[in-house]
């Protein structure tokens, strides 16, 4: 049978190579994803003699040799107009590193760059963001800033949440600001009628956002709501009054696909930001907003809002554009905090003020059975706890260099739930180290010993945090910092069996004591049960 598929012809895009001279028992490469999916496991290379081999990494990329202590950073430091993406190549040994950047053609100005080399793979790392941020135009972040807490609806209620649930759990915060200091809260997926009709609510949310928005500040917190920007669905009123707003396929049509989002709301479509009438419109939607009392924007399926394809400006690239639609948005409410979540990283810096750095969690160490909305996207299945962790202890050397780092929500509860109490530190641990813990967790049933956990991440913070051990095939097991200006270090048992740790392997000499279960003081070897956490100081 004939196929009909054919070839397309891809105009050139900017390429360079760099040729490494390491020793041939370099296998040390550390790769990143450009937004929050946990595309790749551990900085090593399990190398395989005899085979040639290519490892893809996004944005940035460290090749080195760990038995000489030599290392290359590779990386791109602007993302104005295009992504960079990078190729470690291995031909019987690591010979070079790729980088291409797609939306770069013949004749016009690259991305920058840069090469750094050190003895240190996690300094390079920690050198490269301060770069990336300094070109980026990100604003300094307050080392000393307290952590931030806040609540959402979505990982208790999900899509079905309702405005009567919303006041309850508005209540019970104020009830337990002791416990746990709210700062914002969110109203999440569910109050909208359709994705990108984002001014409308539906039936189960009566009453007119400004007045939510008010009892949320009357009893001391931000007013926080969820949106998608530069995304609605094909069943929403946005796009068909208006289809012609949205990225165009070659035919001229509106570009349609699918999104997470159950029918109707199931195909979406990217507004174009080039476009004058989209202009307008997301400074009135975002400048409505917050004049209904709303301070803090989650702008959510970021990633989805590149796509390729015909815009108004036929200049514009799909991150130029799509920052263009960023920048629209903040100057639209320019004294809120935006949250980006599935976003490009570097694409997005200077634009937003948080981001998500892990992917979506759960209440379930492993893909659990609880009631969160399933789609067909395969990479549901990752959505968890474990993964959630993974994906931030991954992207440590963003925190407070590139934004706020928003691990996800931290779950502790019991009811709704499949978590231990060691792994609901865990998920405890992600906003200890980051110093964002969002909770969905309905503190009416949460039992006391859950909510003490919760506690003690709200006002724990591991500053500077840096990996201490990361081995080949696994995700980092300990984590080193300062609390309250003590020497500190966190411990993650992620595997099935108990693990012991001896503390002066870690810089821990000496009495120390344990705050995350809390232990109290230790002598010189540490015990984690399986899925358990641990924050351990010097006294």
């Known amino acids: 049978m004939k196929n009909s598929l054919m070839w397309l012809e891809k105009p050139a895009c900017f390429r360079r190579y760099v040729d490494l001279d390491l020793p ?70 690591i010979v070079g590193v790729e980088m291409w950047q797609p939306s770069i053609g013949a004749g016009e100005t690259p991305e920058e760059t840069v090469i750094l080399e050190g003895n240190d793979w996690r300094k390079l790392l920690i050198e490269y963001a301060g770069i990336v941020a300094e070109k980026m135009n990100v604003a300094p972040i307050a080392g000393d800033a307290p952590n931030y807490c806040g609540y959402c609806s979505w990982y208790y209620y999900y899509a079905g949440v309702t405005e009567r649930d919303l006041r309850e759990n508005i209540g019970l915060l104020s009830e337990h600001r002791e416990t746990f200091p709210t700062k914002v809260v969110q109203i999440d997926d569910g109050y909208q009628t359709f994705q ?81 009438a989209v202009e307008a419109h997301l400074t009135h939607v975002f400048k409505t907003l917050r004049s209904f009392g709303f301070r803090y924007f989650k702008m959510d399926a970021l990633g989805f809002c590149m796509p390729e394809g015909r815009r108004f400006d036929p200049s514009a690239t799909p991150v130029s554009a799509y920052r263009r639609g960023l920048a629209t948005v903040k100057a639209a409410a320019p004294d809120a905090v935006f949250l980006g979540c599935g976003a490009p990283y570097m694409a997005s810096l200077g ?72 792994e ?85 000499a000496g009495q120390c004591e344990e705050l995350l279960h809390p232990m109290g003081r230790l002598g010189g070897v540490l015990t984690l049960a399986p899925h358990d956490a641990a924050l351990v100081v010097v006294l």
């Not at 920007?229 to 068909?240: C, D, E, R, W």
């Not at 080193?480 to 693990?499: H, M, P, W």
């Open 351 to 422: 634009l937003v003020d948080h981001c998500r750095v892990s992917q979506d969690t759960m209440a379930a160490w492993k893909g659990g059975s609880n009631g969160e909305p399933r789609n067909s996207d395969p990479t549901s299945a990752a959505i968890c706890v474990a993964n959630a962790w993974h994906t931030t202890a991954g992207n440590w050397w963003m925190i407070d260099r590139y934004f706020r780092a928003d691990p996800d929500v931290v779950i502790v509860r019991q009811d709704k739930s499949e978590l231990t109490c060691g």
């Open 196 to 276: 990108g009709d984002w001014l409308d609510r539906r039936a189960a949310w009566p009453t007119p956002l400004p007045e939510v928005a008010a009892e949320i500040e009357k009893r001391g917190m931000i007013p926080g709501i969820w949106t998608m920007p530069l995304i609605a669905s094909t069943a929403s009123l946005v796009f068909h009054e208006h289809p012609d707003w949205f990225v165009k396929n070659a035919a001229g049509e509106p570009f349609i696909f699918p999104g997470w989002s159950p029918p109707p709301d199931h195909e979406w479509v990217c507004l174009d930001a080039t476009l004058p």
């Open 424 to 508: 609901a530190r865990i998920s405890a641990l992600g906003g200890i180290i980051t110093g964002v813990v969002i909770t969905s967790d309905n503190f009416s049933k949460a039992a006391p010993e859950r909510l003490a956990i919760l506690a003690r991440a709200a006002k724990l913070r591991l500053r500077n945090p840096v990996p201490e051990k990361w081995e080949v095939d696994l995700w980092p097991y300990c984590f080193s910092g300062t609390v309250n200006g003590r020497l500190a270090a966190a411990f993650i048992n992620d595997t099935e069996s108990e693990k012991k740790f001896d503390l002066s392997m870690y810089g821990l």
């Open 24 to 93: 041939e028992s370099a296998s040390f490469i550390y790769r990143n994803s450009n937004n929050m999916v946990p595309a790749f496991q551990g900085p090593n290379a399990a190398m395989v003699i005899g085979y040639d081999a290519f490892w893809e990494s996004q944005d940035v990329v460290v090749v080195g040799d760990t038995t000489a202590g030599r290392y290359v950073l590779v990386g791109a430091v602007t993302a104005f107009r295009s992504l960079s993406f990078f190729h470690v190549e291995k031909r019987g040994r």
